[in-house]
C-alpha cells in the first residue's frame, strides 16, 4: 500500500457493508430473508431472545457493540444487531451456535469468579477482543454483527436504516426502482445525472 493511513470508521464500515453484502448474496441471501423477518419483528417489539439465554445474549450483544462501537454515530447496539444474531443461531446458523457457544464459554472462563464479558467496562472488553481477533469465534460474531447492522431493515437488524445511513447508501426503496443506473431513469422517465 502506498498509503499507511489508518481507515476511518466511516470507511471501515463502507467497505464492510460491501463486502457483507457481496458476501450476503453470493452464500445466503435466500437463506437470510426469512431469519431477517423474524428479527426484525421481534427487535421492533422488543420480545424475549428466541435462541439464546438472557446473559449470554447481553454477552453477544456487547462483543457487537464493541465491533460495531457508538460514537459519535450509532453502533450495533442502536441497530438491533443483536435479535438477528438471536434469530440467525436459532434458524440458519443453527449450525453454527455450538461454536459461538464454546467460544463465549471459553471467553468467560478466563475472568474471575462468576465475572461474564457484559460486566466489563469497555477497556477491559477491548483488550479481551483484541486477544482472540484470530479466533474462528471471534469471525463468526464479527459477521455476524455487519450482517446485522447491514441487513434490510425491513428484514431484522439496521433498525431505522442506521447501517445504511451511515456510509451514505441510498438504499430506502426496492430493489426495482430507479435510481440504479440510466437504464432505470430511462423506463421511469426520470434522467441519469451520473450519481
Known sequence: MTNNK??????????????????????????LV???????????????????GEAEAADFSAIAARIIPTTET?????????????????????????????????????????TRFADLDETMQDVL???????????????????GFFAMSSYGGNKDHIGWDLIGF???HGAWEYPFGYYDAAVHGGSYDGE
Request: net charge negative; hydrophobic share 45%.
Open 6 to 31: 489508518e481507515l476511518s470508521r466511516r470507511d471501515f464500515l463502507h467497505s464492510a457493508g460491501a463486502i457483507s453484502g457481496i458476501s450476503c448474496l453470493r452464500i445466503a441471501a435466500p437463506a
Open 170 to 172: 441510498k438504499g430506502h
Open 129 to 147: 477482543l483484541k486477544s482472540i481477533e484470530s479466533d474462528g469465534f471471534f469471525n463468526l460474531l464479527r459477521t455476524m454483527t455487519v450482517f
Open 74 to 114: 450509532p453502533g450495533a447496539t442502536e441497530a438491533g444487531v443483536i435479535y438477528f444474531i438471536d434469530r440467525a443461531f436459532g434458524e440458519e446458523e443453527s449450525g453454527s451456535l455450538n461454536v459461538a457457544r464454546d467460544g463465549l464459554d471459553a471467553l468467560n472462563a478466563t475472568l474471575p469468579d462468576a
Open 34 to 52: 426469512s431469519l431477517t423477518q423474524a428479527a426484525c419483528s421481534a427487535k421492533e417489539q422488543s420480545a424475549a431472545f428466541v435462541t439464546l
